[in-house]
């Protein structure tokens, strides 16, 4: 298949091609997430930032294949490393800086902190930091589309270190029995916090988890978008068809530690540097664009404009002020 302005090449993979102008777009969002992290990470080595700060550095083209093939309406659950699919459903940089840093401008009005924002707004419901726990949320989400009569769907996200979690296996079974619209996306990015998956497992092919209760499921390379989107389309006709639940696991790779207080002693520097070199979703997608005809000088302003982006919410996050003590006893109890 030749390449043309509208269409690129498949770069030597196996899926089907995406327009260019999709890849400039994957290209912006991951671009997005990646600096956006980074400023986070930065923030956080100088004290700004508090308490737990997982980054989703490595893994952004997950969130970015699967986001571009949801619409308005459909919804977004995952666990703690959370501030990618923030940015991908549309949150404003500014507003999740700003609760990252514990300010009254944030999300959640500085009180949910990294691992807890959420927005009704953009359909986002929430990082949440008990492991497994957005799973069982995620069907609930899923549940309400059906009962409203939508074709609406869920997906809910976690890790490899919850594959094996109690109310995961629940949350399969109630999903598969109510044929909900629920597509159940696991990011494997090898590691549970410190422990291998290798280490931790006895099972390691997660995408079949699902099998029992009459789930289909895929194995994806989690570091392409294009892989990533592909299988994301085909999840969620699935879903809006009314068949039911479908499982994705994504092989992926997080570049920094579990969170920003861990050294990740537990893998080696030639490993990651191995990933990056040879498997970066974010370079992947500039190799296709350069291929393609796109000029390496608006790629460049690009990453220019986003750094303009990002470090204006930083400011933004900074100069915002500090929760009133009296948001202390708000969003407790909703007033029926």
């Known amino acids: 298949m030749g390449t043309t302005d509208k269409q690129v090449g498949k770069a030597g993979r196996n899926e089907p091609s995406l327009t260019r102008e999709q890849f400039m777009q994957a290209y912006h969002d991951m671009l997005l997430i990646r600096r956006f992290e980074e400023k986070a990470g930065q923030l956080y080595g100088m004290s700004l930032i508090g308490g737990f700060c997982h980054l989703y550095i490595g893994q952004e083209a997950v969130v970015t294949g699967i986001q571009m093939c949801l619409r308005e309406g459909d919804k977004i659950i995952t666990s703690y490393r959370d501030h990618g699919q923030m940015l991908a459903a549309g949150m404003d940089a500014r507003g999740?800086?700003?609760?990252?840093?514990?300010?009254?401008?944030?999300?959640?009005?500085?009180?949910?902190?990294?691992?807890?924002?959420?927005?009704?707004?953009?359909?986002?419901?929430?990082?949440?930091?008990i492991v497994g726990a957005q799973v069982a949320l995620g069907i609930g989400l899923a549940f309400a589309n059906k009962y409203r009569g939508t074709d609406e769907v869920s997906v809910a996200y976690f890790g490899d270190g919850a594959a094996n979690q109690g109310q995961v296996y629940e949350s399969f079974n109630l999903a598969a029995l109510h044929k909900l619209p629920c597509i159940f996306v696991l990011e494997n990015n090898r590691y549970?916090?410190?422990?291998?998956?290798?280490?931790?497992?006895?099972?390691?092919?997660?995408?079949?988890?699902?099998?029992?209760?009459?789930?289909?499921?895929?194995?994806?390379?989690?570091?392409?978008?294009?892989?990533?989107?592909?299988?994301?389309?085909e999840a969620v006709a699935h879903c809006r068809a009314g068949k039911g639940p479908y499982l994705l696991e994504m092989m992926t790779y997080r570049y920094r530690g579990h969170s920003m207080s861990d050294p990740a002693k537990y893998r080696t520097r030639e490993e990651v540097e191995n990933?990056?070199?040879?498997?970066?979703?974010?370079?992947?997608?500039?190799?296709?664009?350069?291929?393609?005809?796109?000029?390496?000088?608006?790629?460049?302003?690009?990453?220019?404009?986003?750094?303009?982006?990002?470090?204006d919410a930083a400011d933004f996050a900074q100069t915002s002020p500090e929760p009133d003590p009296s948001e202390l006893f708000t969003d407790v109890v909703l007033e029926a």
């Open 192 to 233: 549970g916090m410190g422990t291998s998956v290798e280490r931790a497992s006895a099972w390691h092919e997660f995408y079949k988890n699902g099998e029992p209760w009459g789930i289909p499921g895929r194995q994806v390379d989690g570091m392409d978008v294009a892989a990533v989107h592909e299988a994301a389309a």
């Open 275 to 311: 990933v990056r070199k040879h498997h970066d979703p974010i370079e992947h997608v500039k190799h296709i664009l350069l291929d393609a005809g796109v000029e390496e000088s608006a790629l460049k302003a690009m990453d220019t404009e986003i750094k303009a982006i990002v470090n």
């Open 96 to 129: 999740v800086m700003a609760e990252l840093t514990g300010r009254a401008t944030g999300y959640s009005h500085g009180k949910g902190g990294s691992m807890h924002m959420f927005s009704r707004e953009k359909n986002f419901y929430g990082g949440h930091g």
